[in-house]
């Protein structure tokens, strides 16, 4: 069983789009985090959420809005995409916010055209 | 937040012990060292974590001195499928889960 699971995995989609990718995670934490990865493979922390209640917001541009429905899901949409949002996005996963170790998907690999 | 510096590429050929140092001159306190691997097409995977001295798991080494100025990560006896990312980080419980992710070292390892 995945223990940080997200969807899509590949995502090709038009620039103007709008899309969104989902994150499920079975390992009853309660916290769930997006994290962004360029071409230059820097890892980027872009979301965290406690519970459904957003505690990082890194200076994202307001187009990706996250949602949580419950706090074993976080979902990333994305408005008007543009083409420097092409990027590796993953979804994590720890318990608590007072922790070194953080449990990553598979990365939802995203091409804006 | 404190800065790692570490090699950005490393080769090695099955067999060997692979050593990985990283650099953190300006460490805290209150901060731990981990490392994270990340395989191609996947997501960063925790290795190990110390505070000082050694830590040792099934999957590495971990050396710290007692200035914790830098790391040195031991893999003993790597394969071919511990070709991967390797990122060191410095990491303060408080930060919220908020990671800092260097460039990592592209460890190659070759037959």
Sequence with gaps: DTAVSQTPKYLVTQMGNDKSIKCEQNLGHDTMYWYKQDSKKFLKIMFSYNNKELIINETVPNRFSPKSPDKAHLNLHINSLELGDSAVYFCASSQGTVVTTIYFGEGSWLTVV | ?111
């Excluded at chain 2, 060292?33 to 110390?50: H, L």
């Excluded at chain 2, 001295?53 to 790597?78: G, H, M, Q, Y």
């Design chain 2, 1 to 111: 937040l404190a800065k790692t510096t570490q090699p950005i590429s490393m080769d090695s050929y099955e067999g060997q012990e692979v050593n990985i140092t990283c650099s953190h001159n300006n460490i805290a306190t209150n901060d731990y060292i981990t490392w994270y691997q990340q395989f191609p097409s996947q997501g960063p995977r925790f290795i190990i974590q110390g505070y000082k001295t050694k830590v040792t798991n099934e999957v590495a080494s971990l050396f710290i001195p007692a200035d914790r100025k830098s790391s040195t990560l031991s893999l003993p006896r790597v394969s071919l499928s511990d070709t991967a990312v390797y990122y060191c980080l410095v990491v303060t419980n408080n930060q919220g889960g908020k990671l800092i992710f260097g460039q990592g070292t592209e460890l190659s390892v070759k037959p």
